[in-house]
């Protein structure tokens, strides 16, 4: 894998760490206890925050909302787009397609290469986030939900809030064991056909792999960010980002795979929708040199 650009590098600790001001927070890879502490009271007059986790409602609190700011009610507007891919088409991975049995033969769509790539080259699993903006935008929702089939994730890159939690559901005749990397679970929980989401907290903001112990070939990042202001790509490469408070933001763009990243700034008006376009590049001899290797989470 290439060396990561200082420019890079930039991105990366901007998509992680968020908007302006934010408080670091502790490394995702700190151990905490295996019994949390159950969520703190906040006073009538504390501003809401989305805390559907077992941890302390003060730490997610102190993390996503550190200056106490009641939600953002001026104005706002949209960035939607498109994000696609220039260079060499996406190499296959013959080393995980073999891995995949025929009954689960739909998922070599999703991991039988190294990215995904629909119609005239659109991006999927890109991670696109504003950032910059003044004010605070909490959560939508307690939950971010993984309707699971077919042996494999509904994509390989998701995103949330610290605070909300992710609940993986079985959506065929398939059961599975979602497993979050580096996150707390003190017991396997197993989403059967029909049944209760399996639900997973990541204990602090940064980066996780999400994996299934039932088929080791299904892999997704993870990224529990501090602001709310985010969206993943599908197949159609489209992206859409609502909500977001007026003002010159910048917009990034990240391929958790390659560590491909794009940073533009646009200004944020009321009412009215952004539309950007945004570009990645890829090289197999250079960011295929060696296998991926997964970086450890940054936190600032």
Do not use: W
């Amino acid at each position: 894998m290439r060396l990561i650009a200082a420019a890079t590098s930039v991105v990366v600790v901007a998509i992680l760490v968020g908007g302006c001001g934010r408080a670091a927070g502790p490394s995702p890879d700190a151990t905490a206890s295996a019994a949390p502490p159950p969520s703190a009271v906040p006073s009538a007059s504390a501003p809401p925050v989305t805390n559907a986790t077992p941890f302390s409602e003060k730490e997610v609190r102190r993390l996503v909302n550190p200056k106490d700011e009641q939600p953002y009610r001026g104005p706002t507007g949209t960035v939607r787009g498109t994000v696609t891919i220039k260079g060499d088409p996406s190499p296959v991975l013959p080393e995980v397609t073999e891995k995949i049995p025929d009954k689960c033969k739909g998922a070599r769509a999703v991991y039988g290469r190294a990215f995904r790539e629909g119609m005239v080259r659109s991006l999927a699993d890109v991670l696109v986030t504003v950032t910059e903006y003044e004010g605070y935008v909490p959560a939508k929702g307690e939950a971010v939900t993984l309707d699971t089939e077919g042996c494999a994730f509904p994509g390989r890159t998701f995103a949330l809030t610290y605070g909300q939690r992710l609940d993986v559901k079985s959506k065929d005749g398939e059961a599975y064991v979602p497993k979050l990397m580096g996150g707390q679970m003190r017991a396997d929980m197993i989403a059967v056909p029909g049944g209760s989401a399996v639900k997973l907290y990541p204990h602090v903001p940064g980066r996780y792999t999400l994996i299934d112990q039932m088929h080791l070939f299904m892999t997704a990042d993870v990224f529990v960010l501090k602001y709310a202001t985010f969206d993943v790509t599908g197949l159609d490469g489209k992206f859409e980002i609502t909500g977001i408070p007026v003002g010159e933001v910048s917009v990034n763009a990240l391929l958790p795979v390659t560590m491909a990243t794009a940073q533009k700034k646009v200004k944020v008006e009321e009412g009215k929708s952004v539309e950007l376009n945004l570009e990645l590049a890829f090289d197999k001899k250079k960011d295929l040199a060696e296998p991926p290797k997964k970086p450890k989470p940054v936190i600032h």
